[in-house]
């Protein structure tokens, strides 16, 4: 049983920055693809980046490519993304994900997740 939890969210001007964490307490992380999702309300679990298992490949959804960034260190069991020039579309409750298959953006391709943390971006 992987447990994630998840830190860093928060309100944020649009344009600005935020940096959201997720620690894995599995000895086994670096075995795992890591992902994170968010979900607006009203709206379904959206997929918004991925990271392979070393972290030598990443993909994303279109709408945060060239300002999001998802990374990993296996050594502190924790994949991190990385958001700037934020916007208002971006609020939501964002969750990471483990899973076992690489390039899957379906929620249910993931088998633990975390409880959420909510991100705003507003002025």
């Known amino acids: 049983q992987v447990q994630l939890v998840e830190s860093g969210g928060g309100m944020a001007q649009p344009g600005g920055s935020l940096r959201l964490s997720c620690a894995a307490s599995?000895?086994?992380?670096?075995?795992?693809?890591m992902a994170w999702f968010r979900q607006a309300p009203g709206k379904d679990r959206e997929f918004v980046a991925a990271?392979?298992?070393?972290?030598?490949?990443?993909y994303y959804t279109d709408s945060v490519k060239g300002r999001f960034t998802i990374s990993r260190d296996n050594a502190k069991k924790t994949v991190y993304l990385q958001m700037d020039r934020m916007k208002p579309d971006d609020t939501a409750v964002y969750y990471c994900?483990?899973?076992?298959?690489?390039?899957?953006?379906?929620?249910?391709?993931?088998?633990?997740w975390g409880q959420g943390t909510q991100v705003t971006v507003s002025s």
């Open positions: 994900a483990a899973g076992m298959v690489w390039y899957a953006q379906r929620p249910k391709n993931y088998d633990y």
């Open positions: 599995e000895r086994t992380f670096s075995s795992n693809v």
């Open positions: 990271i392979s298992r070393i972290g030598g490949n990443t």
